[in-house]
């Protein structure tokens, strides 16, 4: 049976939009055997505030491996005769018949999308790209980020777009680091107190990306900060996150279905990235290893985890710092132009330099040439 809207069977059977982030009125596809789809597809009741709509043909499309017909457990249904009798807070789903993991109900991710306002990670992208806003809130649609109290949920949804893990970390919003004495990062798992001895899927950050986008090559960075920053610097790429450098390896690797793969290491770990790529290579993948850290990071740097994040971040400053001594003096050439005064003062100042360069003894040809270079036409432009 192909996939339609879920039946009303009470307030269970409706959930959080995805889009608007309201609660009880989003209605979810299932599918053959009464199964849902990921917790994104379906259809939002608010259609006139917010009209969300994600259909299973999107879905399929963006995850051709799936069947249409008999697609695999998303989030067990759970019918109104049946909802006393099962938990919705964690889902067990068996994956082989040696293991099983357990995965995060779509409802308590859905219930920290949004809210980024008061997210510290968001802002600090939002200052540091000023005129990017619609990139960088399609970025953290795209990889599902979210905000809980006063951390930044960064979720691991595998291709099947279950919810394998929902790191959380908090912010400074002004440096976009980590705060000080918060390098044990929490999980949403531990924070709403889902189940002790939670099965952990380990995955790649962004992983749900992969059947989405089956043709772009794959960039391999350390954290999930950076996976997002370089998302927007450089989307022609589906970047991930390893969480960890000694995690990678080249069996890993082998998941990602024969793409091309970049690594992308902290300036402390491309020694150990590149024998694993090495390792790769072996078995005949083709991945390669920038040395742009390596190359850019300081003795400092490298002591202090310098990654491609923080090479971005640096490249977008000085970008930002250009381009606000354009707007000043763009500004200032504007209010010389049309005030008088300004425009007599700076003929003044002009004509006085002239006159004191053929004073020693330059032409007045050449008095003019280095009185009007550009970079002398600023500096009197400025101190006006």
Request: hydrophobic content about 35%; overall charge positive; glycine content about 4%.
């Given at each position: 049976?192909?996939?339609?809207?879920?039946?009303?069977?009470?307030?269970?059977?409706?959930?959080?939009?995805?889009?608007?982030?309201?609660?009880?009125?989003?209605?979810?596809?299932?599918g053959?055997?009464?199964e849902?789809?990921?917790?994104?597809?379906?259809?939002?009741?608010?259609e006139?505030?917010c009209?969300?709509?994600?259909?299973?043909?999107?879905?399929?499309?963006?995850?051709?491996?799936?069947?249409k017909?008999?697609?695999?457990p998303k989030?067990?249904?759970?019918?109104?005769?049946?909802?006393?009798?099962?938990?919705?807070?964690?889902e067990?789903l068996?994956?082989?018949?040696?293991?099983?993991?357990?995965?995060?109900?779509?409802?308590?991710?859905?219930a920290?999308?949004?809210?980024?306002?008061?997210?510290?990670?968001?802002?600090?992208?939002?200052?540091?790209?000023?005129?990017?806003?619609?990139?960088?809130?399609s970025?953290?649609?795209?990889?599902?980020?979210?905000?809980?109290?006063?951390?930044?949920?960064?979720?691991?949804?595998?291709?099947?777009?279950r919810?394998?893990?929902a790191?959380?970390?908090r912010?400074?919003?002004?440096?976009?680091?980590?705060?000080?004495?918060?390098?044990?990062?929490?999980?949403?798992?531990?924070?709403?107190?889902?189940?002790e001895n939670?099965?952990?899927?380990?995955?790649?950050?962004?992983?749900?990306?992969?059947p989405?986008?089956?043709?772009?090559?794959?960039?391999?960075?350390?954290?999930?900060?950076?996976?997002?920053?370089?998302?927007?610097?450089?989307?022609?790429f589906?970047?991930?996150?390893?969480?960890?450098?000694?995690?990678?390896?080249a069996?890993?690797?082998?998941?990602?279905?024969?793409?091309?793969?970049?690594?992308y290491?902290?300036?402390?770990?491309f020694n150990?990235?590149?024998?694993?790529?090495?390792?790769?290579?072996?078995?005949?993948?083709?991945?390669?290893?920038?040395?742009?850290?390596e190359?850019?990071?300081?003795?400092?740097q490298?002591?202090?985890?310098?990654?491609?994040?923080d090479?971005?971040?640096?490249?977008?400053?000085?970008?930002?710092?250009?381009?606000?001594?354009?707007?000043?003096?763009?500004?200032?050439?504007?209010?010389?132009?049309?005030?008088?005064?300004?425009?007599?003062?700076?003929?003044?100042i002009l004509?006085?330099?002239?006159?004191?360069a053929?004073?020693?003894?330059?032409?007045?040809?050449?008095?003019?040439?280095?009185?009007?270079?550009?970079?002398?036409?600023r500096?009197?432009?400025?101190?006006?």
């Amino acid at each position: 049976m192909y996939p339609t809207l879920e039946k009303y069977r009470g307030t269970k059977s409706r959930h959080t939009c995805p889009a608007c982030n309201s609660k009880g009125v989003f209605v979810r596809y299932v599918g053959d055997g009464c199964e849902y789809l990921s917790f994104d597809v379906g259809r939002c009741n608010r259609e006139s505030k917010c009209g969300y709509h994600k259909k299973p043909k999107q879905f399929f499309a963006e995850n051709p491996t799936v069947s249409k017909f008999q697609s695999k457990p998303k989030q067990k249904y759970v019918g109104a005769n049946r909802a006393r009798q099962t938990s919705t807070f964690v889902e067990k789903l068996s994956v082989d018949s040696a293991s099983s993991f357990d995965y995060i109900a779509p409802e308590h991710l859905t219930a920290t999308l949004g809210n980024y306002d008061r997210n510290a990670f968001v802002q600090f992208l939002l200052n540091l790209f000023p005129d990017c806003s619609e990139e960088i809130n399609s970025v953290l649609k795209m990889y599902f980020v979210g905000t809980y109290q006063d951390y930044t949920c960064f979720p691991g949804i595998d291709r099947q777009m279950r919810i394998c893990r929902a790191k959380l970390i908090r912010f400074n919003p002004a440096t976009g680091k980590r705060l000080k004495g918060d390098y044990d990062t929490s999980s949403l798992v531990r924070k709403l107190k889902l189940k002790e001895n939670f099965q952990y899927k380990q995955i790649f950050f962004g992983e749900h990306l992969l059947p989405k986008y089956p043709n772009k090559p794959v960039a391999i960075v350390e954290a999930e900060k950076t996976a997002i920053i370089a998302s927007l610097c450089f989307p022609e790429f589906i970047w991930l996150g390893s969480n960890s450098k000694t995690w990678l390896d080249a069996e890993r690797l082998q998941r990602l279905d024969g793409r091309q793969i970049i690594l992308y290491p902290d300036a402390d770990g491309f020694n150990l990235w590149q024998s694993i790529a090495l390792d790769a290579q072996r078995q005949g993948l083709t991945v390669k290893v920038s040395n742009l850290i390596e190359t850019h990071a300081t003795d400092e740097q490298r002591a202090n985890g310098y990654d491609l994040a923080d090479y971005l971040i640096n490249q977008q400053k000085e970008i930002n710092e250009r381009n606000e001594f354009i707007d000043r003096y763009n500004s200032k050439i504007e209010m010389v132009l049309n005030d008088e005064s300004l425009r007599c003062d700076f003929e003044t100042i002009l004509n006085e330099q002239k006159a004191i360069a053929i004073y020693n003894s330059e032409s007045e040809a050449e008095a003019e040439r280095i009185c009007t270079r550009p970079e002398n036409v600023r500096n009197i432009v400025l101190s006006l």
